[in-house]
T-cell receptor, first 112, second 114 residues
Framework: GNSVTQMEGPVTLSEEAFLTINCTYTATGYPSLFWYVQYPGEGLQLLLK?????DKGSNKGFEATYRKETTSFHLEKGSVQVSDSAVYFC???????????FGTGTSLTVIP | EPEVTQTPSHQVTQMGQEVILRCVPI?????FYWYRQILGQKVEFLVS????????KSEIFDDQFSVERPDGSNFTLKIRSTKLEDSAMYFC????????????FGSGTRLTVV
């Protein structure tokens, strides 16, 4: 079946530090992969996506590369800001898109 | 940017009562979904809806749950007789054709069953 395993949190970083949040997946076929972000008190916002192997999704300085050989989609950012404090969810969709499978979420706190 | 709108943002209800959670999807989207997130846990799929019928549902979506698109704009989730364990954040989402490119989620309704 389909599933996503995400790095446990919480993660606390100083401003301008490098961020990596690990995500691996199990899927049949050719899933699409996503990172969603949830800011305090808000809903889920699509941060970035990749729909096929070797694609790199990027947005707001965040990047993730769809690695089929390692079944991974790790989220990275070179220099985090206080405003990046949020919960980050890795997710996958099968080829139909009828259902998304989410990881457990990783809480990130960035301190000045 | 188009949004998915959910109302109310927070609802408190007594156990055994019926609740209806409301959503207005993005107007040209064709696929609609409900997900829920129990505090501190994963976001879980409940149901997907396309062409005025359920296309897929999870084990969570039992006979106590139903969905409806009553007027071509609203998309509702009804829980007939709420239980304490239904307390969660409920997210509505919609997507255009090719939902595997990503959904747009609403900001959620926090349901508290007391």
């Amino acid at each position: 079946g389909n599933s996503v395993t995400q790095m446990e949190g919480p993660v606390t970083l100083s401003e301008e530090a490098f961020l990596t949040i690990n995500c691996t997946y199990t899927a049949t076929g050719y899933p699409s992969l996503f990172w969603y972000v949830q800011y305090p008190g808000e809903g889920l916002q699509l941060l970035l996506k990749a729909t096929k192997a070797d694609d790199k999704g990027s947005n707001k300085g965040f990047e993730a590369t769809y690695r089929k050989e390692t079944t991974s989609f790790h989220l990275e950012k070179g220099s985090v800001q206080v405003s990046d404090s949020a919960v980050y969810f890795c997710a996958l969709s099968d080829q139909t898109g009828n259902q998304f499978y989410f990881g457990t979420g990783t809480s990130l706190t960035v301190i000045p | 940017e188009p949004e998915v709108t959910q109302t109310p943002s927070h609802q408190v209800t007594q156990m055994g009562q019926e609740v209806i959670l409301r959503c207005v999807p993005i107007s040209n989207h064709l696929y609609f979904y409900w997900y829920r997130q129990i505090l501190g846990q994963k976001v879980e799929f409940l149901v997907s809806f396309y062409n005025n019928e359920i296309s897929e549902k999870s084990e969570i979506f039992d006979d106590q749950f139903s969905v409806e698109r009553p007027d071509g704009s609203n998309f509702t989730l009804k829980i007939r007789s709420t239980k304490l364990e239904d307390s969660a954040m409920y997210f509505c989402a919609s997507s255009p054709p090719r939902p595997y490119y990503g959904y747009t989620f609403g900001s959620g309704t926090r349901l508290t069953v007391v």
